[in-house]
């Protein structure tokens, strides 16, 4: 069954590094998401992504984000400046087109746990 | 105002017993969907179910089903039979029509099985 997957599983980075979290979203999907989940907190959206752009961003997704899909298959989320708030569990999901126009089912990436000291 | 509610931070049920997880929402969007998510220690979110605004069933998957009450905007989870591998975080979650398909998840809750 095809799967989302996310590359590093985990991460530990100092404050002020750049970080990249690596994604391959489902072969044949057209929709890609960001989300995070601070510990012990709901998960946040970050940024939609359709036809190599963002399509929707949220007020985390500031600056210091930005995404990129430089192939067919990778889909990356790179934070520039890490700050202690950005320590959180990311995840990386992707959905096909809908068969209905309320139909779309996301499936995530196992997640990449970041650490910022 | 939160668009996903969900008030029990934690629910116990007893192994082969059925529980209903709740989750009300709040839009003024006549189209929207409906998702939940199993969330196991590992960390991973697993999807479970899926009710769209316009399905005139309420959706079901294995023991997962969704008691969906429109007009009370409620999703309510319900897993019959439960087993000790369904102990988990479970998220409520909701895409409306307008938006490029991101999701606002509840706070989750917490459900343990014992044996």
């Known amino acids: 069954e095809p799967e989302v997957t996310q590359t590093p599983s985990h991460q530990v980075t100092q404050m002020g590094q750049e970080v990249i979290l690596r994604c391959v979203p489902i072969?044949?999907?057209?929709?890609f998401y960001w989300y995070r989940q601070i510990l012990g907190q709901k998960v946040e959206f970050l940024v939609s992504?359709?036809?190599?752009?963002?399509?929707?961003k949220s007020e985390i997704f500031d600056d210091q984000f930005s995404v990129e899909r430089p192939d067919g298959s990778n889909f990356t989320l790179k934070i520039r400046s890490t700050k202690l708030e950005d320590s959180a569990m990311y995840f990386c999901?992707?959905?096909?087109?809908?068969?209905?126009?309320?139909?779309?089912?996301?499936?995530f990436g196992p997640g990449t746990r970041l650490l910022v000291l | 105002a939160q668009k996903i509610t969900q008030t029990q931070p934690g629910m116990f049920v007893q192994e082969k017993e059925a529980v209903t997880l709740d989750c009300t929402y709040d839009?003024?969007?006549?189209?929207?969907?409906l998702f939940w998510y199993k969330q196991p220690s590992s960390g991973e979110m697993i999807f479970l179910i899926y009710?769209?605004?316009?399905?005139?069933q309420n959706a079901t998957e294995g023991r997962y089903s969704l008691n969906f009450q429109k007009a009370r905007k409620s999703a309510n989870l319900v897993i019959s039979a439960s087993q000790l591998g369904d102990s988990a975080m479970y998220f409520c979650?909701?895409?409306?029509?307008?938006?490029?398909?991101?999701?606002?998840f509840g706070k989750g809750t917490k459900l343990s099985v014992k044996p």
């Open positions: 992504f359709y036809n190599n752009e963002i399509s929707e």
């Open positions: 979650a909701m895409r409306e029509g307008g938006s490029q398909g991101n999701l606002i």
């Open positions: 839009t003024s969007d006549p189209s929207y969907g």
């Open positions: 999901a992707s959905r096909g087109p809908p068969k209905q126009f309320t139909q779309e089912t996301q499936y």
């Open positions: 009710q769209g605004s316009y399905d005139q």
């Open positions: 072969s044949n999907h057209l929709y």
